[in-house]
């Protein structure tokens, strides 16, 4: 089974400034999907940017962007010009891309993310 | 746009009682997934449905049931509540089972007292 590790449970930010938030994943598997998903106080599952493994850019997403280094299974997602809105848990996960290792995700604990202004 | 949508939105049960979530897929989209989410957990895959079979299954309890209906709507079914049932209950969907991402309802907060 893959895993998804997110080893920082909480980071803090100031308003504006740039943030980075790391994730790393144990798969043998060549083909798959990476996501991260951002949870608020309200509880919402709200899917942020995702990555397809077969592709070498980067995903970007407006002020969010992904660091994907396929070789070292890194995955890291940069918040720039933070706003007190981006205030969150943000989940890794990722979703296997062959149909005998299920569609469903797998998802790291979780970084709880800090806006200070 | 229109999202999922999952009803009760929260639900208080005894314990030994039982529970029916429910899914409504955002139109067109075939694939419906349940994920369980703990207090202070990542949420956990329980089960998935394409084209109205099971799909996929994961950490499901014995206790629990699901399907999905002609309308692609899902019910998730939980039996013999424990108070460890308690949690956030999340359906997602997505237009295909293959390579799209997998959109979330606002999930059912069920307390198990």
């Known amino acids: 089974a893959q895993t998804v590790t997110q080893s920082q449970p909480e980071m803090s930010v100031q308003e504006a400034e740039t943030v980075t938030l790391s994730c790393t994943y144990d798969t043998s598997e060549s083909d798959y999907y990476l996501f991260w998903y951002k949870q608020p106080p309200s509880r919402q599952m709200i899917l942020v940017i995702r990555?397809?493994?077969?592709?070498?850019q980067n995903a970007t997403e407006n002020r969010f962007s992904v660091n994907f280094q396929k070789a070292a299974k890194s995955f890291s997602l940069k918040i720039s010009d933070s706003q007190l809105g981006d205030a969150a848990m943000y989940f890794c996960?990722?979703?296997?891309?062959?149909?005998?290792?299920?569609?469903?995700?797998?998802f790291g604990k979780g970084t709880s993310l800090l806006v200070t202004p | 746009a229109a999202g999922v949508i999952q009803s009760p939105r929260h639900l208080i049960k005894e314990k030994r009682e039982t529970a029916t979530l429910k899914c409504y897929p955002i139109?067109?989209?075939?694939?419906v997934y349940w994920y369980q989410q703990g207090p202070g957990q990542d949420p956990q895959f329980l089960i998935s449905?394409?084209?109205?079979?099971?799909?996929d299954k994961g950490s499901i309890p014995d206790r629990f049931s699901a399907q999905q209906f002609s309308d692609y709507h899902s019910e998730l079914n939980m039996s013999s509540l424990e108070l460890g049932d308690s949690a956030l209950y999340f359906c997602?969907?997505?237009?295909?089972?293959?390579?799209?991402?997998?959109?979330f309802g606002p999930g059912t907060r069920l307390t198990v007292t």
């Open positions: 449905f394409y084209e109205k079979m099971q799909s």
């Open positions: 990555q397809e493994a077969y592709k070498q």
């Open positions: 997602a969907s997505s237009p295909r089972k293959y390579r799209d991402e997998q959109y």
């Open positions: 139109p067109r989209h075939d694939t």
């Open positions: 996960a990722y979703r296997s891309a062959r149909s005998n290792s299920g569609y469903a995700l797998n």
